[in-house]
């Protein structure tokens, strides 16, 4: 049975051509849904993670900061062999003629530093600093010039020469300011005056401490002396790998979960189940060709174990060869994502990462995929009687068993999988919700057989005035349902997995969106001593600013959050002006940042205390808000200074009024970050103020868009891979079914039916069944999509329904010309194929 096994690959290679195209493209899917988890991991440590790449644990204090004696007791840690402090603090200096707020770090020692110098060196001396290279090229700064750092609200300076210039830094947190790197003691007078500044004491601290570990030390051990060391020192602790810090931080910015790693898993779950249902349709046709085949050899005196070892023998080479194929094909389709991201200035970070696992997984999966599709069709074969195999097999209808128990499988699995669905959704539970989407599509599947030949009879319809290929293309549509069902679901699985990652992705760049006008609801802030509509005029004119409104104080905070200003704004102003849609300014209450407690709050206006309903909005960014409306009917200001204790919006130093302002979004997308620090420069000068009284969100809502951009682009990657698999499954159905149906084309031929004829039948076939199975994936895909998207995210932001019309209407287009496209290789050779050539075939 083995030589007849091989004779098969000889024989029939076409077809083994078509499966092993079908499971290398699958194995290609899983594979790369693997190393797109891997890579993505990879990349955000080289992003998040780039400030510690270098160190061996990371120590973050519970609260405050790290002191002179915390370090030195970290540095003397067995296994230690090298510590650093890292200190940060806000400067201000003038080059180019513009005033510049940037973000000073000190130097980390040789072992522990992660800045590249691309020009002269870093910093050795006291006064020597270094800046990153793109705040060198826009304000004109060389190595050797001078530089004068002054503290924020300070009258502390430093005079500096510029001794380097940086590589840009990748990490987000990092490059929404201009990044500059000096000496400990330059950072630390920094730091200082601006806590002088702000009436605080003591010393400036360490807001973390990196450590560097001797060769061979044990880090779990380190890690446990490290907190023992710094807690004797007098300070709370964590103390994590590089590796744990990157995944904290991930959870950080994903609502305190890793919700990373759970949606790539689920990917990688789609892909499993997607591989293997292409995979069985494609071998399920193959095998179901050569039951007669298969039965003749039975009927010759082979046994049933024979036949069906000589089957799997088949299925085991072809899923070796293919899944080693699909990996390789993996690895090169990564690998040209991630240079072509590499490109990108934005995404420069990007790393490719190929796990063990993406090709264990990918070589398993594959093989015993094919295995296992092999294995259904070829037990079927050999379960019945040689001479009753001989027959022709019934179609899977209402009216005989197999379609009863398919109907009966496929309602038990819809009725169990859509309330797990809705149940996962509605409750936001990613498994629960995969399970029931899984479930349920594998019950639209098996009822496939009984609605689908009906909805392609329907439209069939619509090729009546083709004249009789039209017409006989929907009788063929409709004599055949197991045939037209198997060539649909492969194209069905194909469109509802791509409408899937479209309608997902789109609702989540929409749920994303809402999320970060939530958190950061305000672009850009103006703070100082007693603003007036004169210098909001003035920033109004600004290039690239839409429009600024000017906020009074109308009063302060009493009890909890003593001294801080509340500020008033015009209800219908906050609607032009707030990226947050839902927050609407109410009479009688007032809007507090995250952290404030909710009910009745007393507030403190010249006209005596008020007492006013307190909403608590999810972000920190922003200060108490009143409308004026309510300020007026309360007794506050609305209008005019505040008192001059009160506190800017971030509770340091005086200030009387706030203007704030949202920019304009660029065409097509949003501002770079180099754009919208090129605006805060103009709004400082245009307002008379120093760069450092123009803060706010854009540039971290720019940075953290980045970071989403790279996972969708993740979601592209796989979407191509999808495209890919619904293409060949269509090709594959189309070819084998051509091929089974030889001798009943030659026989139209010989009946009278043209080769443009007999050509326009299996197009206008093709385009019939593409075209129906492209509509009900789309519709499947859209619905699975909302829900998947509302189950991974669903704690992070409301997530509401983003069906892209237009690119569903590609995916149709592309379906029915795909189809068509899959007919024309079949329908040529079924043309070419001499009618008495055609009926003798076996």
Same mark, same amino acid.
């Given at each position: 049975m083995l030589r007849v096994a091989f004779s098969q690959f000889q024989s029939h290679s076409r077809r083994f051509i078509a499966v092993g195209l079908a499971v290398m493209l699958s194995v290609a899917f899983l594979s790369?849904? @693997?190393? $797109?988890?891997?890579?993505?991991?990879?990349? @955000?440590?080289a992003s998040l993670g780039e400030a510690y790449s270098k160190a061996g644990l990371i120590a973050t204090p519970d609260t405050g900061t790290f002191n002179d004696a915390a370090l030195a007791a970290a540095r003397a840690v067995p296994g230690v062999t090298e510590a650093y402090g890292r200190m940060q603090a806000y400067a201000e200096f003038t080059a180019g003629g513009q005033e510049v707020l940037a973000q000073a770090r000190n130097l980390a020692p040789m072992a522990l530093e992660t800045a590249t110098v691309t020009d002269g060196?870093?910093?050795?001396?006291a006064d020597g600093v270094a800046v990153d290279g793109a705040t060198a090229a826009r304000y004109g700064l060389r190595v050797g010039d001078s530089l004068t750092l002054k503290a924020p609200d300070a009258?502390?300076?430093?005079?500096?020469?510029?001794?380097?210039i940086l590589r840009g830094s990748n990490d987000p947190f990092a490059s929404a300011l201009p990044q500059i790197l000096a000496g400990t003691p330059a950072v630390s007078a920094l730091a200082a005056g601006a806590r002088d500044a702000q009436g605080g004491t003591g010393a400036a601290g360490y807001g973390s401490i990196q450590l560097a570990l001797a060769l061979g030390s044990d880090a779990a051990a380190t890690s446990k002396n490290v907190a023992a060391a710094l807690t004797g020192a007098g300070a709370g602790v964590q103390v994590k790998t590089a590796d744990e810090q990157v995944t904290a931080q991930v959870a950080m910015m994903t609502g305190g979960q890793d919700e990373l790693t759970i949606i790539l898993l689920a990917f990688a779950g789609v892909a499993l189940i997607v591989s293997g249902l292409v995979v069985t349709n494609t071998f399920a046709v193959l095998v179901a060709q050569r039951t007669r085949e298969l039965a003749l050899l039975r009927c010759l005196g082979a046994g049933r174990n024979q036949v069906r070892n000589s089957v799997l023998a088949e299925a085991l080479v072809v899923g070796l060869v293919s899944s080693a194929a699909g990996v390789l094909a993996a690895v090169a389709l990564m690998a040209a994502? !991630?240079?072509?991201?590499g490109t990108q200035p934005d995404m420069a970070f990007a790393t490719m990462a190929v796990p063990p696992s993406s090709v264990i997984a990918g070589l398993a999966a594959?093989? &015993? +995929?094919?295995?296992?599709?092999? @294995?259904v069709p070829a037990k079927a074969a050999t379960a019945v009687a040689p001479l009753a195999a001989l027959r022709p097999v019934d179609d899977a209808e209402i009216g005989n068993r197999r379609g009863r128990v398919r109907l009966v499988l496929g309602l038990a699995a819809l009725a169990l999988g859509v309330p797990l669905l809705a149940l996962g959704a509605a409750g936001v539970m990613l498994v629960v919700a995969f399970a029931g989407g899984v479930l349920s599509f594998v019950g639209v599947l098996l009822c496939a057989t009984l609605f689908v030949p009906r909805l392609v009879g329907l439209a069939g319809r619509l090729a009546s005035p083709a004249g009789v290929p039209g017409k006989l293309a929907a009788l063929n549509a409709v004599r055949n349902p197991a045939r037209t069902s198997v060539t649909a679901a492969a194209l069905l699985i194909g469109v509802t997995l791509v409408s899937l990652m479209m309608t997902g992705a789109a609702t989540a760049r929409q749920a994303f969106d809402d999320a970060l006008a939530g958190t950061y609801p305000v672009d850009m802030v103006i703070t100082g001593d007693a603003l007036t509509a004169a210098e909001r005029d003035a920033v109004t004119r600004v290039d690239g600013v839409a429009t600024a409104a000017l906020l009074p104080a109308a009063g302060t905070l009493a009890g909890e959050g003593m001294g801080r200003p509340v500020y008033a704004l015009d209800a219908a102003e906050a609607g032009r002006l707030l990226r947050d849609t839902a927050l609407t300014l109410e009479p009688g209450r007032i809007y507090l940042p995250e952290g404030s407690t909710a009910g009745p709050v007393e507030v403190t206006g010249p006209a005596g205390p008020a007492s006013l309903e307190a909403v608590v909005l999810r972000t920190r960014n922003i200060p108490a808000l009143v409308s004026t409306d309510t300020a007026r009917q309360s007794? +506050?200001?609305?209008?005019? $200074?505040?008192?001059?204790?009160?506190?800017?919006?971030d509770g340091t130093g005086p200030a009387a009024s706030a203007v704030w302002l949202r920019l304009a979004d660029a065409p097509g997308g949003s501002l770079s970050a180099d754009r919208i620090k090129d605006i805060q420069s103009a709004v400082a000068a245009a307002a008379g103020v120093s760069a450092g009284a123009v803060s706010g969100a854009a540039i971290e809502r720019v940075t953290f868009n980045e970071v989403i951009d790279v996972l969708l682009l993740v979601v592209t990657g796989l979407l191509g891979v999808a495209v890919l698999i619904a293409l060949i499954g269509v090709a594959n159905t189309l070819s084998l079914s051509v091929l089974e149906r030889t001798r009943e084309?030659? &026989? &139209?031929?010989a009946l009278g039916l043209t080769k443009g004829q007999l050509r326009g039948m299996l197009a206008l076939e093709a385009a019939l069944v593409a075209g129906v199975a492209a509509l009900i994936g789309a519709a499947l895909g859209s619905i699975y999509g909302w829900l998947g998207a509302r189950s991974a995210l669903g704690s992070l932001a409301e997530v509401t329904p983003s069906v892209p019309w237009l690119q569903l209407l590609g995916v149709l287009?592309?379906? $029915?010309?795909?189809? &068509? +496209?899959?007919?024309? !290789?079949?329908?040529?050779?079924?043309?070419? +194929?001499?009618?008495?050539?055609?009926?003798?075939?076996?």
């Open positions: 790369t849904t @693997l190393m $797109v988890g891997a890579s993505t991991r990879a990349s @955000l440590g060196a870093l910093p050795e001396r009258a502390t300076t430093v005079a500096m020469t510029v001794t380097g994502l !991630i240079g072509w991201a594959g093989t &015993l +995929l094919t295995l296992g599709a092999a @294995l007794g +506050l200001t609305g209008g005019g $200074v505040a008192p001059t204790d009160s506190a800017r919006t084309n030659s &026989l &139209l031929r287009g592309v379906a $029915v010309v795909a189809g &068509l +496209l899959a007919s024309v !290789i079949p329908a040529r050779r079924a043309a070419r +194929l001499s009618p008495v050539e055609g009926l003798a075939t076996a």
